[in-house]
């Protein structure tokens, strides 16, 4: 793996994980880069912590990630099956640190 990248874990609906390799030196979020890799993500109002279409659950590695900011825990309060380890994967800045992150798509089963 290059040093300028990481590596995460996105938990597929039927339970296996599928490991990418992502570039942490792009400036990209983790919303962008999981469009990217054609993840469905509607990400309806382009990353800017308004419409909480980009949830993610944080499976692993939820203390790596930078402490959520008000507006995003706001904009998450509103999911009625908000669960405890989602984030807003637009508000997530990939770097470094969020090597070994696993993620899945917010209410996908």
């Given at each position: 793996m290059e040093e300028n990248n990481i590596t995460l874990h996105v938990e597929n609906p039927d339970g296996s994980?599928?490991?990418?390799?992502?570039?942490?030196?792009?400036?990209?979020?983790?919303?962008?880069?999981?469009?990217?890799?054609?993840?469905?993500?509607l990400a309806t109002c382009g990353g800017m912590a308004l419409c909480a279409?980009?949830?993610?659950?944080?499976?692993e590695g939820e203390d790596k990630l930078k402490e959520m900011?008000?507006?995003?825990?706001?904009?998450?309060?509103?999911?009625?099956?908000?669960?405890?380890?989602?984030?807003?994967?637009?508000?997530?800045?990939?770097?470094?640190e969020m090597d070994g992150l696993v993620v899945k798509l917010h209410g996908v089963n």
């Open positions: 994980r599928t490991t990418l390799e992502a570039p942490v030196d792009m400036g990209l979020s983790l919303m962008e880069y999981l469009k990217a890799c054609e993840y469905d993500i279409t980009c949830c993610v659950d944080v499976l900011s008000d507006d995003e825990y706001a904009m998450l309060d509103t999911l009625p099956d908000l669960l405890p380890n989602s984030r807003l994967a637009c508000q997530l800045q990939l770097n470094h």
